[in-house]
C-alpha cells in the first residue's frame, strides 16, 4: 500500500467520526468569570508586593590622600582613615 493510499484511508475513516463528535462548548470563561478571576488575581499580586524600600541619604566619603611607596604598596585615606591597598 503506498503512502498516498493510506493517507487516503485513514482520511476516510476519520471524516465520519468528526461529524459524530459532541461539541465542545465554551472553550473560555464567560466575561463576569475573567473578571472575577483578574480581580482575584491582583488582589493576590498587591498582598504578595513588598514594601518599596526608603531611599536612604546618600552617603558621603571625603578621599583625603593617596601614596604610592616605591616598594609598589599604597596606603588610601578615606573620611581620615588609612586604608591599605589590596596589591
Known amino acids: 500500500m503506498t503512502t498516498r493510499t493510506l493517507a ?3 482520511l476516510m475513516g476519520v471524516g465520519p467520526a468528526s461529524a459524530d463528535a459532541e461539541p465542545l462548548g465554551r472553550l473560555f470563561h464567560s466575561a463576569a468569570e475573567r473578571s472575577a478571576l483578574d480581580s482575584l488575581r491582583k488582589a493576590r499580586l498587591q498582598s504578595q508586593k513588598p514594601a ?5 541619604e546618600p552617603q558621603t566619603a571625603q578621599l583625603d590622600g593617596y601614596v604610592v611607596r616605591s ?3 599604597s596606603t588610601i585615606w578615606v ?3 588609612a586604608v591599605r591597598s589590596a596589591r
Open 79 to 81: 573620611n581620615g582613615s
Open 71 to 73: 616598594d609598589g604598596k
Open 52 to 56: 518599596a524600600p526608603r531611599p536612604s
Open 8 to 10: 487516503i484511508a485513514l
